[in-house]
């Protein structure tokens, strides 16, 4: 009987020990090509198909679906080892089949969190994971990636299509809209996560240099070189000792069906690839066997049918891509656009490609659909023939124009009615959105600095080294676009007039914008290479300052920018009108040197002022600037030059004027 109790007592020490050393042995890494096998830990509307494809929510309204690697990875450096314990890399191929065509809801996250338990959690735009009370806490210990089909205003959500990097919070610290770097067309292609297609996301994270990297592309296609989102964050305090991979979905008003095909996790090295080949298929929309009927009908109805539709078609069409085209124009074919790729290009001038509105009229973002080339479709009417023929004369010049500091104009295309002008793409908007308001980041004087030199160096070009002189007679803030790299380009050439190396200008209207006109053109309204040098100087103390030429709400002595600059020299103390938000980060003699060269430029008298090419040499310290003149003589404005400011309505006074006999689209902004 003892014999009998040892040999039991040694089998159960030996299970618990047996039991002890598989516990002990933590996942590193796994592999699934479907589920079947996986034996997740699911709950809500989350299943697994006999196929092995893994659905997180149906098409009932306000589901949640989580689905769980059943065991914890422990992500606790100070209990490993290893110095690079928190990094981890997975792939997966998900789908997400929306309710309708354009309308689903509300995406899926890929998700590290403490506990697979997520009583509490809502759906809708809290894809299962929080609640309106424990969001943004940090005691949730929380990380996702999300894939969000859903733009909610709360969590200042980019659009209702985009990957993002949450921590503890449904609020992106990084997010993108959806879309895979292209090799070749070597930039980013959208894609539409509700399109019911698979896609590969990636996503790597590096503990050693804080790195995390998301990465998006079509089934079937290699992991791009270039991630969607790169972002520096530091997971020690969010990834604790024992953590749960996983997935995490929800539905609301309106659905979708999200599926994940396959999925591989490493926690010491780069996820397992998957073959495309072995992932279980997406089922077909169940509600299309309802839409297969009436397959007998009578051939004559049909025929009928077919062959007013097709007409009707085709009127329409003809309708919908209708220009405007004269035999003159023939000579400007390759600078002619057409409507129908304009339409294309701009997705019909939908609202959501509109970067810009006003009097002028509206700027769209589009992609040219034979080329992939970005550019912006400037979309103004007129309804008048006369000076046309002139008028296109003048764009086609301004095509002509090559520097790297102007706004490439591309072309033109003509509907009744609507005048189109398709210009360069720039990313970073117009400048006067970083100077004088929030949306945009701010420059530090290295970058504005860099700007007013190209800025001055386009001018220089247009005045002096083209073919023709060039007066825009409209330079300030609002007309200079930065690029991807926030170089400056001087745009909108509404305004320009072109004429011959030592013609003089003849024209008697007054154009331009109130804070930027030169004296001369209140009296003679001739412009000239010298009142662009003016608005230039107006332009340097805009940059210097952050602030614009007129503000009326500031104290009288304040209002004209021109006069509080030049009453600061008097007292000698000019530096001190610069934009505050420089705080102490500007090289003092370049803000002095910038300063004292656009009151030089803002002199009374036309001859009196510098010449680009010699503004060109100050800013780049290529000549000595000279002595103010005492006292600022002739600089500012005359008190009769305030008076006929005064008078004038609104900002604009008038604007797209192409020649003195043209259609003139008078406007403001």
Same mark, same amino acid.
């Given at each position: 009987?003892?014999?009998?109790l040892?040999?039991?007592h040694?089998l159960?020490?030996?299970?618990?020990s047996?039991?002890?050393l598989?516990?002990?042995?933590?996942?590193?890494?796994?592999?699934?090509h479907?589920?079947?096998?996986?034996?997740?830990?699911?709950?809500?509307?989350?299943?697994?198909?006999?196929?092995?494809?893994?659905?997180l929510?149906n098409?009932?309204?306000?589901?949640?679906?989580h689905?769980?690697?059943p065991?914890?990875?422990?992500?606790n450096?100070s209990?490993?080892?290893s110095?690079?314990?928190r990094?981890?890399?997975?792939?997966?191929?998900?789908?997400?089949?929306?309710?309708?065509?354009?309308l689903g809801?509300?995406?899926?996250?890929?998700?590290?969190?403490?506990?697979?338990?997520?009583?509490?959690?809502?759906?809708?735009?809290y894809?299962g994971?929080?609640?309106?009370?424990?969001?943004?806490?940090?005691?949730?210990?929380?990380?996702?990636v999300?894939?969000?089909?859903v733009?909610?205003?709360?969590?200042?959500?980019i659009?209702?299509?985009? @990957?993002? #990097?949450? *921590?503890?919070?449904?609020?992106?610290?990084?997010?993108?809209p959806?879309?895979?770097f292209s %090799? !070749?067309?070597?930039k980013f292609e959208?894609?539409?996560?509700?399109?019911?297609?698979p896609?590969?996301?990636?996503?790597?994270?590096h503990?050693a240099?804080?790195?995390?990297?998301?990465?998006?592309?079509?089934?079937?296609?290699?992991?791009?070189?270039?991630?969607?989102?790169?972002?520096?964050?530091d997971?020690?305090?969010?990834?604790?000792d024992s953590m749960?991979?996983?997935?995490?979905?929800?539905t609301?008003?309106?659905?979708?069906?999200?599926?994940?095909?396959?999925w591989s996790?490493?926690k010491s090295?780069?996820?397992?690839?998957?073959?495309?080949?072995?992932?279980p298929t997406?089922?077909?929309?169940?509600?299309?066997?309802?839409?297969?009927?009436?397959?007998?009908?009578l051939?004559?109805?049909? @025929?009928? #049918?077919? *062959?007013?539709a097709?007409?009707?078609?085709?009127?329409?069409?003809?309708?919908?891509y209708? %220009? !405007?085209r004269?035999?003159?124009?023939?000579q400007?074919?390759p600078?002619?656009f057409?409507?129908?790729?304009?339409?294309k290009a701009t997705?019909?001038?939908?609202?959501?490609?509109?970067?810009?509105?006003?009097?002028?009229?509206?700027?769209y973002r589009?992609?040219?659909?034979a080329?992939?080339?970005?550019?912006?479709?400037?979309?103004?009417?007129?309804?008048s023939h006369?000076?046309?023929?002139?008028?296109?004369?003048?764009?086609?010049?301004?095509?002509?124009?090559r520097?790297?500091?102007?706004?490439q104009?591309l072309?033109?295309?003509?509907r009744?009615?609507e005048?189109?002008?398709?210009y360069?793409?720039?990313?970073n908007?117009?400048?006067?959105?970083?100077?004088?308001?929030?949306e945009?980041?701010?420059l530090?004087?290295?970058?504005?600095?860099?700007?007013?030199?190209g800025?001055?160096?386009a001018?220089?070009?247009?005045?002096e080294e083209?073919?023709?002189?060039?007066?825009?007679?409209?330079?300030?803030?609002s007309?200079?676009?930065?690029?991807?790299d926030?170089?400056?380009?001087l745009?909108?050439?509404?305004?320009?007039?072109?004429y011959?190396?030592g013609?003089?200008?003849?024209?008697?209207?007054?154009?331009?914008t109130l804070?930027?006109?030169?004296?001369?053109?209140?009296?003679?309204?001739?412009?000239?290479?010298?009142?662009d040098?003016?608005?230039?100087?107006?332009?340097?103390?805009?940059?210097a300052?952050?602030?614009?030429?007129v503000?009326?709400?500031?104290?009288?002595?304040?209002v004209?920018?021109?006069d509080?600059?030049?009453?600061c020299?008097?007292?000698?103390?000019?530096?001190?009108?610069?934009?505050p938000?420089?705080?102490?980060?500007?090289?003092?003699?370049?803000?002095?040197?910038?300063?004292?060269?656009?009151?030089l430029?803002?002199?009374?008298?036309?001859?009196?002022?510098?010449s680009?090419?010699q503004?060109v040499?100050?800013?780049?310290?290529?000549?000595?600037?000279p002595?103010?003149p005492?006292?600022?003589?002739?600089?500012?404005?005359?008190?009769?030059?305030?008076?006929f400011?005064s008078?004038?309505?609104?900002?604009?006074?008038s604007?797209?004027?192409?020649?003195?006999?043209?259609m003139?689209?008078?406007?403001?902004r």
């Amino acid at each position: 009987m003892a014999a009998c109790l040892r040999s039991v007592h040694f089998l159960l020490v030996a299970f618990v020990s047996w039991k002890h050393l598989v516990l002990s042995q933590e996942p590193n890494q796994f592999t699934y090509h479907g589920f079947t096998e996986a034996n997740l830990s699911l709950n809500g509307g989350a299943r697994v198909h006999p196929d092995g494809l893994l659905e997180l929510t149906n098409k009932s309204k306000q589901e949640v679906g989580h689905a769980f690697f059943p065991f914890p990875f422990k992500f606790n450096t100070s209990a490993l080892s290893s110095t690079l314990s928190r990094s981890f890399s997975t792939y997966f191929v998900f789908a997400i089949v929306p309710e309708s065509p354009t309308l689903g809801g509300h995406g899926i996250a890929f998700t590290i969190s403490p506990s697979t338990n997520f009583t509490g959690a809502t759906a809708t735009q809290y894809l299962g994971l929080f609640n309106s009370t424990s969001l943004g806490l940090s005691s949730n210990h929380v990380f996702a990636v999300e894939l969000d089909t859903v733009q909610n205003p709360e969590f200042r959500d980019i659009n209702d299509n985009h @990957a993002g #990097v949450d *921590v503890n919070s449904l609020a992106s610290i990084q997010s993108a809209p959806a879309a895979y770097f292209s %090799e !070749i067309s070597g930039k980013f292609e959208e894609l539409e996560l509700i399109s019911g297609k698979p896609i590969q996301v990636w996503i790597d994270y590096h503990e050693a240099d804080k790195l995390l990297n998301v990465t998006l592309a079509p089934i079937r296609s290699q992991k791009p070189e270039r991630a969607l989102l790169s972002t520096i964050i530091d997971l020690s305090a969010i990834l604790i000792d024992s953590m749960y991979v996983g997935f995490s979905s929800s539905t609301g008003s309106v659905s979708s069906y999200h599926y994940v095909l396959g999925w591989s996790f490493n926690k010491s090295g780069e996820a397992q690839s998957l073959d495309a080949s072995r992932l279980p298929t997406i089922p077909a929309d169940k509600n299309s066997g309802n839409k297969i009927g009436f397959k007998i009908i009578l051939p004559l109805t049909t @025929a009928i #049918v077919i *062959v007013v539709a097709i007409s009707a078609s085709v009127y329409i069409t003809k309708k919908k891509y209708e %220009e !405007i085209r004269e035999d003159w124009e023939q000579q400007y074919g390759p600078q002619r656009f057409s409507y129908r790729d304009l339409y294309k290009a701009t997705k019909g001038f939908k609202d959501k490609e509109l970067l810009g509105s006003g009097g002028f009229g509206k700027v769209y973002r589009g992609v040219l659909p034979a080329s992939n080339l970005r550019v912006a479709v400037k979309k103004v009417s007129h309804d008048s023939h006369q000076g046309m023929k002139e008028f296109i004369a003048e764009i086609a010049s301004m095509g002509r124009l090559r520097h790297r500091n102007l706004v490439q104009l591309l072309g033109y295309c003509r509907r009744k009615g609507e005048l189109f002008l398709v210009y360069d793409y720039m990313p970073n908007g117009s400048l006067d959105k970083f100077l004088f308001t929030n949306e945009k980041p701010r420059l530090d004087w290295v970058q504005r600095y860099q700007i007013l030199r190209g800025v001055a160096s386009a001018l220089l070009y247009l005045h002096e080294e083209w073919e023709q002189v060039v007066v825009h007679r409209d330079v300030k803030s609002s007309n200079v676009l930065l690029d991807s790299d926030l170089n400056g380009r001087l745009g909108d050439f509404g305004l320009a007039r072109f004429y011959d190396h030592g013609a003089i200008l003849q024209t008697t209207r007054v154009v331009g914008t109130l804070g930027y006109l030169a004296p001369e053109l209140t009296t003679t309204g001739r412009s000239s290479t010298n009142s662009d040098v003016f608005a230039f100087g107006i332009f340097m103390l805009e940059m210097a300052c952050g602030r614009k030429p007129v503000e009326l709400q500031k104290p009288p002595e304040e209002v004209l920018l021109l006069d509080w600059v030049l009453e600061c020299w008097h007292r000698g103390d000019i530096v001190s009108t610069r934009d505050p938000r420089l705080e102490s980060n500007y090289e003092i003699e370049e803000v002095e040197l910038v300063l004292k060269l656009g009151l030089l430029c803002a002199h009374r008298a036309p001859t009196s002022r510098p010449s680009m090419r010699q503004v060109v040499q100050y800013l780049d310290k290529n000549a000595t600037l000279p002595e103010m003149p005492a006292h600022g003589a002739g600089i500012g404005l005359h008190p009769e030059d305030h008076t006929f400011a005064s008078r004038v309505s609104g900002d604009y006074i008038s604007s797209y004027t192409f020649s003195d006999t043209d259609m003139i689209l008078t406007h403001g902004r």
